[in-house]
């Protein structure tokens, strides 16, 4: 019989009742050290006293009055957005998925406005850019597509990183480039910056639009407060969500005045984005995330645990073949099976997550303790020793 849940994911048994800081209690009582922050969702941590007290606050004014109306708290992380990034102009969703939906509708409508429509995405094999029919159609693998046709047409994915691919295939008919400077689901992989430069040269030569996919890689992820600044390039038009909202649901795209001019009263809209429990709760999120106090941290943590890692590929060569990723965005590429990895982290109560490409994801707060950071070598290490034993 089926499960009350439609059974679409392939679920692990555990089920926490808690969470403070890196750590999450199961219901029988079991601490678990998280190295996955629900997708590097929680960014600073589960329970976060600052986020608590924001949300607490909010709650008891005002949740919801819908964008019949303006709404201050919108406006207030707009503007934060606005000052602390390339963009003139946010729209505020709930998930990642709705930003690759108006992300499209802008890049389409920009051109449309232009009086020269211009329907082809290019984007990368290995992006994923949400659920939505859309967003499977945008990233185009068997896995996610399968069943749904007919997919909605206008998306071509080329080989991941070939620059000689994207030059092959960009013309004055692409409508946007869209990448993930660095892939999450795919297995942390990143895009060098020199490519990065290249594919804004190349879609400034012709006219097209690029989208940055920053979901997953944005929001300090990596040091920086979005991983595009690495390569010191902007996009037309960026996607975030997961860490913006620290938990909560919430998710903005970013753009350019020139890449927004389509998207005028009318076009496009959200009962529940830009709600103000979910603004204020961001803007508390992007105020602590943008200090560059704190940045500099995650880059030193970063480096911290990546030594780490890179030791125990060293001593375990049989396990793990190569660390991956920035800053606290970090992978690593398995030589044994990946869910193998995870599955027996499981039983050093120690939380990853598997991605593509035979890697496992460690995604931990941004605001980890060193001495947690420690904790995890050390439980990454026992996973290994037993893997090596089996
Ligand atoms: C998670 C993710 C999405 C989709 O976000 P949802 O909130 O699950 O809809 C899109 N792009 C990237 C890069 C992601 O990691």
């Given at each position: 019989?089926?499960?009350?849940?439609?059974?679409?994911?392939?679920?692990?048994?555990?089920?926490?009742?808690?969470?403070?800081?890196?750590?999450?209690?199961?219901?029988?009582?079991?601490?678990?050290?998280?190295?996955?922050?629900?997708?590097?969702?929680n960014a600073l941590g589960h329970a976060n006293p600052a986020l608590v007290q924001t949300l607490t606050e909010q709650a008891q004014k005002l949740w919801h009055v819908s964008n019949v109306y303006r709404i201050p708290e919108q406006e207030a992380l707009a503007q934060l957005l606005v000052d602390t990034t390339f963009a003139d102009t946010v729209f505020f969703t709930n998930s990642g998925t709705e930003t690759a939906e108006l992300a499209i509708k802008m890049a389409r409508k920009y051109h449309y406005d232009k009086g020269q429509p211009r329907e082809e995405f290019l984007a990368f094999e290995g992006a994923f850019h949400g659920r939505s029919t859309g967003a499977i159609a945008l990233a185009g693998s068997e896995k996610m597509t399968k069943g749904y046709g007919p997919l909605m047409p206008g998306f071509r994915q080329l080989p991941f990183g070939d620059l000689e691919a994207l030059k092959a295939a960009i013309s004055d008919k692409t409508c946007a480039v869209i990448v993930e400077p660095i892939q999450g689901e795919g297995g942390i992989r990143a895009l060098s910056d020199a490519f990065l430069r290249e594919m804004r040269a190349l879609c400034d030569a012709h006219g097209a639009l690029l989208i940055f996919d920053e979901v997953q890689c944005g929001?300090?992820?990596?040091?920086?407060?979005?991983?595009?600044?690495?390569?010191?390039?902007?996009?037309?038009?960026?996607?975030?969500?997961?860490g913006i909202g620290g938990g909560f649901p919430l998710g903005a795209v970013l753009a350019s005045e020139q890449a927004a001019s389509g998207m005028v009263a009318g076009t496009h809209g959200s009962t529940y984005g830009g709600n103000p429990l979910g603004c204020a709760v961001g803007a508390k999120v992007v105020q602590i995330i943008s200090d560059p106090a704190f940045l500099a941290e995650v880059s030193r943590k970063g480096a911290l645990l990546r030594q780490g890692l890179e030791g125990l590929v060293a001593s375990h060569p049989a396990v793990f073949a190569e660390v991956r990723g920035?800053?606290?965005?970090?992978?690593?590429?398995?030589?044994?099976?990946?869910?193998?990895?995870?599955?027996?982290?499981?039983?050093?109560?120690?939380?990853?997550?598997?991605?593509?490409?035979?890697?496992?994801?460690?995604?931990?707060?941004?605001?980890?303790?060193?001495?947690?950071i420690a904790e995890a070598l050390k439980r990454l290490d026992a996973v290994a020793a037993a893997l090596e034993a089996a």
């Open positions: 019989m089926i499960s009350a849940v439609l059974p679409t994911y392939n679920r692990a048994p555990m089920a926490f009742v808690q969470g403070e800081g890196s750590w999450l209690t199961a219901e029988d009582g079991t601490r678990y050290l998280d190295l996955g922050s629900g997708i590097a969702v929001m300090g992820r990596t040091g920086r407060l979005f991983a595009h600044e690495w390569a010191g390039v902007a996009p037309d038009i960026m996607m975030v969500a997961k920035q800053g606290l965005m970090l992978g690593l590429k398995c030589v044994v099976t990946n869910t193998d990895v995870v599955k027996e982290g499981y039983g050093q109560h120690l939380l990853t997550v598997a991605a593509a490409d035979n890697a496992i994801r460690i995604l931990p707060a941004l605001n980890i303790p060193d001495e947690d």
